[in-house]
């Protein structure tokens, strides 16, 4: 595979030294059916990591609750020692039950147990980041996060953390969390059919807090993947190209980590930077309204 040059930029986090290509990578798909336990092409996925880092990727998301334990087993596999450019972002806020349900985990032992579960599974002694997810099946709620943010901002003073973010989360609780802690990053649910952060993104931008989607191609209807499969085929694209050049075109601050398994599809992700939409294009985008359902919880 040829070198990948252009990952849309750049963009470094409010308030820190960390400067990461804007095409990232998520690992969620690294791991089996239904994010549990390890998947079926061990090797496969030590070798898309590689290939990512390989074209330029210096910035993973993931978490141990992916598997569990199992994606970032992978990661340290295929990674460690790490590349010194290389970024990784993880969270924590849930674990898994027995029957691969997805269960809250806020309470101040599930937290640093979390966080030192990060730790050991990816071999590292202070996590770059890591994101307090507030798991919510209908979304952000504005329920206080004092309690469980006080305890990453404790863990983090005693040097287990660099840098916090947010995932899942409203502008008030933004607002909250700044008085306990910098935060570097937000993580919510927002595509080309689910705008309803618009001007959240745009406000973090002000602040120079880079917002991070999930799910960019999630949740359409029919009429609405039309739309974007016509799109993509004037362009000779796929409609997962199209949907992330949009994302890309929004707002400086975005940061992309679309996932996969297979080393192709990784490639045809990141070629999405060399994507140019016209504003025509952008402009029928833009009509693509939101209220769809996320198909799952991060």
Sequence with gaps: ???????????????????VNRMGYGAMQLAGPQVWGPPRDVDGAIRVLREGVEAGVNHI????????????QIIKQALHPYPDSLVIVTKVGARRGDDKSWLHALSRQELIDAVHDNLRN??????????LRVVDVNGPLDASIEEPLTVLAEL?????????????????????AQKISEIVC????????HRDDDGFIHELERQGI?????????????????????????????????ALAWLLQREPNILLIPGTSSVKHLYENLQTAALQLPPETIAELDLISGGQESIHTD
Excluded: W
Excluded at 186 to 193: M, R, S
């Design 186 to 193: 937000v993580q919510n649910l927002y595509n080309v059919a």
């Design 61 to 72: 998301d993931t978490s141990d609750f992916y598997g569990p334990h199992v994606t970032n």
């Design 1 to 19: 595979m040829t070198k990948q040059t252009n990952l849309g930029g750049s963009f470094t986090l409010a308030n820190t030294s960390l400067t």
């Design 156 to 176: 983090k003073h005693q040097g287990l953390i660099h840098h916090l973010g947010l995932s899942n989360v409203t502008p008030l609780q933004l607002a909250e």
């Design 210 to 242: 880079a917002y991070v989607p999930f799910f960019p191609l999630g949740g359409f209807s029919p009429l609405q993947s039309a739309a974007l499969d016509a799109t993509a085929a004037a362009l000779h694209a796929t409609p997962m190209q199209v």
């Design 122 to 131: 990816l071999r590292l002694d202070k996590l770059d980041v890591v994101n």
